[in-house]
């Protein structure tokens, strides 16, 4: 069964400090994998697209990695800032291009 | 752009009533897709549109749900009759490039009394 495991489940961390959310996915063929933001009471906005060649991209202070190989990403943030605070959530493509979402991290950026 | 426009943001309603909830998709955009997010569950595909044709509705629920766009501007989305367990949050999302680069919008949150 196709399924996209995210962890942790929440995050507690102080303001400046960087983090890293890690995501497993067991989707198969895959397309592509997408991490997207989703602040508190809002819709989910995309902050990287990876295909299957790439292992790395960057949005400023977000950097998303992939291994296709061991079918695992991570976003790394660097240097956070309390607008960081939300939902992040892992999303894998099938070949179809139906997506496939995970549950998410919440994190929180505390002062 | 304004994005997404979803109506209500907010419904709260009795057991039994009809919901009908409203999506503006990004003008220009011909892929049109709608979803619900739960906690136990997460975001999950309900059904979507291309070309205001539907496409794939195999996440609807039940035959409790619906939808429709009846034109490029314009989709509803309708619970009746509505029950506890539909109690979500409800986005709207659209696309100019089919699945790649979805834009979502604030979503409209449901409770069903």
């Known amino acids: 069964k196709n399924q996209v495991e995210q962890s942790p489940q929440s995050l507690i961390i102080l303001e400046g400090k960087n983090c890293t959310l890690q995501?497993?996915?067991?989707?198969?063929?895959?397309?592509?994998l997408r991490w997207y933001k989703q602040d508190t009471g809002r819709g989910p906005v995309s902050l990287t697209i990876?295909?299957?060649?790439?292992n790395t991209k960057s949005n400023g202070r977000y950097t998303a990695t992939l291994d296709a190989d061991t079918k695992q990403s991570s976003l790394h943030i660097t240097a956070s800032q309390l607008s960081d605070s939300a939902s992040y959530i892992c999303?894998?493509?099938?070949?179809?291009?139906?997506?496939?979402f995970g549950t998410g991290t919440r994190l929180q950026v505390f002062p | 752009d304004a994005g997404v426009i979803q109506s209500p943001r907010h419904e709260v309603t009795e057991m039994g009533q009809e919901v009908t909830l409203r999506c503006k998709p990004i003008?220009?955009?011909?892929?049109l897709f709608w979803y619900r997010q739960t906690m136990m569950r997460g975001l999950e595909l309900l059904i979507y549109?291309?070309?205001?044709?539907?496409?794939?509705d195999s996440g609807m629920p039940e035959d409790r749900f619906s939808a429709k766009m009846p034109n490029a501007s314009f989709s509803t989305l309708k619970i009746q009759p509505s029950e506890p367990r539909d109690s979500a949050v409800y986005f709207c999302?659209?696309?100019?490039?089919?699945?790649?680069?979805?834009?979502f919008g604030p979503g409209t949150r449901l409770t069903v009394t």
């Open positions: 003008s220009g955009h011909d892929y």
């Open positions: 999303v894998v493509s099938e070949d179809t291009d139906k997506l496939i």
């Open positions: 999302a659209s696309s100019l490039r089919g699945w790649y680069e979805q834009y």
């Open positions: 995501c497993n996915y067991t989707v198969s063929p895959f397309s592509n």
């Open positions: 990876m295909t299957f060649s790439e």
């Open positions: 549109f291309n070309n205001n044709v539907p496409i794939d």
